[in-house]
């Protein structure tokens, strides 16, 4: 039973336990140098990384800043609402498939939903950033209460999904202001690019004031920062303080500030009231600062419907719609002004001489040029006119004439005086300069300069094209004495507590050439004035019918026409197709003897200015005397208090 | 063999350093525990120190009996783990896709960690009986293949589990004691070099991606399980953020938030190099290297083959459950299921590491006695 050991036996296998140790040491030492490697060399690293583990960042969504009319009429604010955002770090793999499919079912989601949020789960594991799968992405928008409701009671089964309590957008102004304060949507991945502190979900101001003043409106976002074990639960209080830092428990929000708007919230909804067109665009200006009152632009879009979650359908329909809704017919749409046009025209003749307000000229029912004839309105001739009643008749033979004496130059000339032709600088997004042809674009697009362009020109015609904003803006010069304002509609920016950041003043629109003046003689603008007077307050005025007997005003008519010149100028405009009708315009100010705004009116399609453009300015204008009247104050404070 | 002198003289001879080194290993391990089921609903820290206080006594109780009675309870024993095996298969508990427990009352028994030490038990003997050897000076290929038998049957039971892990500790332990023998270095080499060729070979021409992906998911179920690798990447970022001196006991975020998996078992490492940092997880290594040549102390030092033999075996089996466990917890090693001895939670593997320490004890203790 006892077995001695050789000596073999000691020899063979003490060197070998030797070499066994060895060989133990030599592999300790390399988990040593590993955990050197991990400890030490990448300690700081994954300290990071185990923060990061634990670590969730709730977003404080920053209030975003009131948009006010000059009455402080809350035309948008913010309504509270939840969001749905999920952590693709806290759910995997059968979890995840879980979550999908209960948010399905307690969200009414769509296949086309389910989709889009396993397309972000999965984009968020498959980013290059690894932190990526922490950070939340969106469910869904703004969830109605009901649902809000549902989610709240099965919370403990959906531990990565949060319900982040969003302000959203309420737009309490009517739709015509749709233009004028835009809306909200997501910002897209390039946008995010380029502004890191937006994050993915969340809302930029589109169009319009929205998208402007995004920057003072936005506010800046807070962050809570909270501690969840592996499944995202949060812990509870006394291990949240041990984990986190108490300065970066909770980084509050910045509200944004809030915009005062020149418009007059009860003045937009008269306005729009008035105006009786499919299509078109009113604006009410101030005379003497160039500030807006109103401005509406027909068709247009509800904000709340395009910063909600509208459907494709819906925004096909309004993408394909003949009307263009989305169109600012105020600022990005020309027309011919047509017989509007002939105060410029009467400007020119008068500044260079080759009229004065006594002197006249014959209509014999048409003005002939070599072998062709333009006719005028009226086929049996106005007989001998002077410039009031060339206006107020509205008599082409005359300023055919006129326009054959001018040259397209000068009148071109004019034209940039009154700010036409170029931006007229609101300051509210991309705006078109319209087309005020000299002899050298004529010459560029023509090869040849006539004076048939010159005669087009003289009563708006040809390729004269203007926005109704410069309209506006030319017709408010005339009316105050030679000012051309840069039209504004922002008063000033406040900050939420409701200190004065910035405070916008009547700005000249430095573009016209002249500093923002006409430099042209009092008299010559007074006897425009008259002619305007007389186009609505004597009988034969073309806007007779439209007078005010409590307000005199004055203005001009337009009627634009679409399709050729002199072709179909008898059809009665009910037998046209709504599409060749002429465009009606009309441009005023009131009171005719101290203007205190301007108001133009253009009804795309109306027919004549007379009947489809004077009427709805008239009315505008008595509704701004008597809202005048009526103190704003008690409706305007509850209004803006209530929030 | 009776008790020769007097009991005092017999404590003199008693690897104190060895035991002292287990005490230490012991006590940092139940500490350690307490901290990983911190937020276990049973105190596991508490069973986990019960099955150590059984092991001592079994160790104190055994040390009067001679260790070269185990020669005589070598077949039995190795049958005996065999059966027990075979029971798993049949009648064993089924927890995450695999059977490896036996439930016996209320106690689970995990028979692998008893084969373990049946097969370096069985492997002593023969190896002492086996005159092949020293006739013909060294061993080649072929006169080993009784030993290899005797390893195939109950590798080839733990693989059906599937527990790859333990089946792969058993091949390392065995052949680490193959290789303590005198085997020819020519047939050493061409064992090695035969298993590395064929398998790369079969895994470059022969296997097909699907098939590939089973044999990673077999090779390692549960970082596939739950998206890859994410055990693995834990278990770094706990050893990681460690750094120097660790975030102190109970205070690891990665182990008491739960972002560790199977914090108590297989990962332990990573919460005691997660909480004590670079410092205390070079502590602990150094404890296991200290353990690891003890026990091979014990064999240069023991009276006889069949000593020598076993205390190599059972230094085999602390070395590799080792030097696997934190090499995987570490990421140097791929994730296979592997526990730290005397520091993972578990009745079964304590208990038989236990009874390898108390073997060693035994052996040194009666390295002068003839």
């Known amino acids: 039973m006892l077995v001695r050991r050789d000596a073999d036996d000691i020899r063979e296998i003490r060197p070998r336990a030797a070499l066994g140790a060895l060989i133990c040491v030599c592999a300790m030492l390399v988990l040593v140098v590993r955990l050197y490697q991990l400890q030490i060399l990448r300690g700081e690293d994954y300290v990071s990384q185990s923060i990061a583990n634990f670590r969730k960042s709730l977003f404080v969504p920053a209030d975003r800043g009131q948009i006010r009319d000059r009455n402080g009429r809350t035309l948008v604010d913010n309504r509270p609402s939840f969001d749905v955002f999920m952590t693709p770090a806290f759910c995997k793999g059968r979890e995840r498939d879980e979550v999908v499919a209960k948010l399905k079912d307690y969200l009414h989601l769509e296949k086309e939903d389910v989709d889009r ?12 950033d690894k932190l990526e799968r922490f950070r939340p992405f969106l469910v869904e928008l703004d969830i109605p209460r009901d649902q809000v409701d549902v989610l709240e009671a099965h919370k403990t089964e959906m531990s990565c999904v949060n319900l982040i309590p969003t302000p959203h957008r309420s ?65 509870d209080k006394d291990t949240q303080e041990a984990l986190i830092p108490e300065s970066e428990r909770l980084i509050p929000a910045m509200p944004g500030n809030n915009l005062v708007l020149s418009i007059d919230e009860r003045l937009q909804e008269a306005a729009d009231a008035a105006f009786p067109g499919r299509a078109g665009a009113v604006v009410v200006m101030e005379a003497k600062t160039g500030f807006i009152l109103a401005m509406v632009s027909r068709p247009s879009f ?89 206006l107020q008749y509205s008599c082409d033979a005359f300023y055919y004439a006129l326009g054959d004496r001018l040259g397209l130059d000068a009148i071109s000339e004019m034209a940039h005086r009154l700010g036409y032709g170029q931006p007229t600088g609101l300051d509210l997004g991309r705006e078109i300069p319209g ?64 200190k004065v950041l910035q405070e916008f003043k009547p700005e000249p629109d430095l573009a016209n050439g002249h500093n923002g003046k006409l430099d042209l003689p009092p008299q010559d603008l007074e006897a425009v004035r008259k002619g305007l007077v007389a186009v609505v307050n004597e009988p034969g005025g073309t806007a007779y019918r439209s007078r005010n007997p409590d307000i005199m005003f004055a203005g001009k008519t337009g009627t634009a026409q679409v399709v050729a010149l002199g072709g179909k100028q008898n059809l009665k405009t009910e037998s046209q197709t ?26 795309e399609h109306g027919g004549w200015g007379a009947e489809a453009a004077a009427p709805a300015a008239s009315k505008v204008i008595s509704a701004y005397f008597q809202l005048k009247k009526q103190p704003v104050g008690a409706e305007a404070v509850t209004a803006s208090t209530v929030h | 063999m009776a008790l020769g002198t007097t009991t005092e003289k017999k404590l003199d001879h008693l ?51 001679d260790y070269r009675w185990l020669q005589t309870l070598a077949w039995p024993g190795y049958i005996a783990a065999l059966g027990l095996l075979g029971g798993v298969a049949f009648a064993g508990k089924k927890v995450l896709g695999a059977r490896r427990w036996l439930q016996i009352g209320s106690a689970q028994l995990q028979p692998s960690e008893f084969v373990k030490l049946a097969v370096i038990v069985i492997l002593a003997r023969w190896f002492t009986r086996d005159e092949t050897g020293i006739r013909k000076g060294q061993y080649g290929l072929l006169d080993l293949w009784q030993p290899f038998f005797l390893l195939l049957i109950p590798v080839g039971l733990i693989m059906k589990q599937p527990d790859l892990g333990t089946a792969l500790v058993t091949v390392a332990i065995a052949m680490t004691m193959i290789m303590f023998a005198r085997v020819r270095w020519r047939d050493l080499l061409i064992m090695i070099g035969t298993a590395v060729a064929g398998s790369v070979v079969a895994w470059k021409r022969f296997l097909h991606d699907y098939q590939k992906q089973r044999v990673l998911t077999f090779l390692n179920p549960e970082a596939y399980a739950k998206g890859a690798g994410y055990h693995a990447i834990q278990s770094v970022i706990a050893v990681g953020s460690g750094q120097w001196s660790g975030k102190g006991w109970g205070e690891g975020t990665q182990n008491q938030l739960a972002f560790l998996p199977e914090q108590h078992t297989d990962f332990i490492f990573s919460v005691w190099s997660e909480e004590h940092g670079f ?58 299921g592997v526990p730290l001895p005397l520091f993972s939670y578990g009745g079964s593997s304590v208990l038989a590491d236990m009874l390898g320490i108390g073997i060693l004890l035994n052996v040194s203790l009666r390295r002068f006695m003839f």
């Not at chain 1, 890191?196 to 929205?210: H, V």
């Not at chain 2, 090499?327 to 791929?334: A, E, I, Q």
Request: hydrophobic letters at 45%; aromatic letters at 8%.
């Open chain 1, 302 to 390: 509800d904000p709340n419907k395009m910063s909600g979650r509208i459907t494709k359908a819906e925004l096909r329909e309004l993408n394909e719609d003949p009307l263009k809704p989305m169109l600012n017919r105020v600022m990005n749409e020309n027309y011919h002004p047509g017989s509007t046009f002939k105060v410029v025209t009467s400007l020119a003749g008068l500044a260079n001489d080759k009229l004065t307000p006594a002197s006249t000229i014959t209509c014999t029912g048409g003005y002939t040029l070599g072998s062709h004839r333009w006719r005028c309105d009226k086929p049996a001739g106005h007989g001998s006119l002077d410039l009031k009643h060339a």
């Open chain 1, 171 to 235: 737009y309490r102004a009517p739709p015509s202001l749709g233009h004028v304060l835009g809306y909200m949507s997501e910002v897209t991945p390039d946008e995010m690019d380029d502004h890191p502190e937006y994050r993915r979900g969340q809302t930029i101001g589109r169009r319009g004031l929205e998208r402007r003043w995004e920057k003072e409106l936005r506010g800046e976002d807070g962050k809570q920062n909270i501690a969840v074990d592996a499944k995202g639960r949060e812990l």
């Open chain 2, 15 to 65: 690897h104190w350093p060895l035991f002292i080194c287990t005490i230490i290993i012991c006590s940092l391990g139940v500490w350690n525990l307490a901290s990983a089921a911190k937020n276990a609903p049973t105190l596991l820290a508490l069973a986990q120190a019960k099955w150590m206080l059984a092991g001592f006594l079994a160790i104190v109780v055994l040390l009067f009996v």
């Open chain 1, 435 to 498: 087309v005020i042809p000299d002899s050298d674009s004529v010459i560029r697009a023509f090869g040849a300069y006539t004076k048939g362009h010159a005669i087009n020109a003289s009563i708006g015609q040809g390729e004269i094209n203007v926005t109704p904003l410069q309209q506006a803006v030319a017709y408010a010069a005339i009316a105050n004495g030679g000012n051309v304002w840069k039209p504004q509609i922002v008063q000033r920016i406040e900050s939420p507590d409701g």
């Open chain 1, 578 to 603: 709504y599409m060749s009708r002429d465009h009606a315009w009309f441009a005023s100010f009131a009171p005719a003897d101290n203007p205190e705004i301007v108001v133009v009116v253009l009804n």
């Open chain 2, 279 to 336: 410092m205390g997880a070079v502590l602990l290594i150094a404890l296991y290297a200290f353990l690891v040549l003890a026990a091979l102390d014990v064999a240069a030092n023991a009276r006889d083959k069949f000593g020598s033999y076993l205390s190599l075996g059972i230094a085999a089996l602390f070395f590799w459950h080792a030097f696997i466990n934190m090499g995987m917890v570490t990421g140097v090693l791929p994730v296979v």
């Open chain 1, 117 to 128: 949020i396993l397309g972000d789960y999965q984009k968020s594991w498959t980013s290059k």
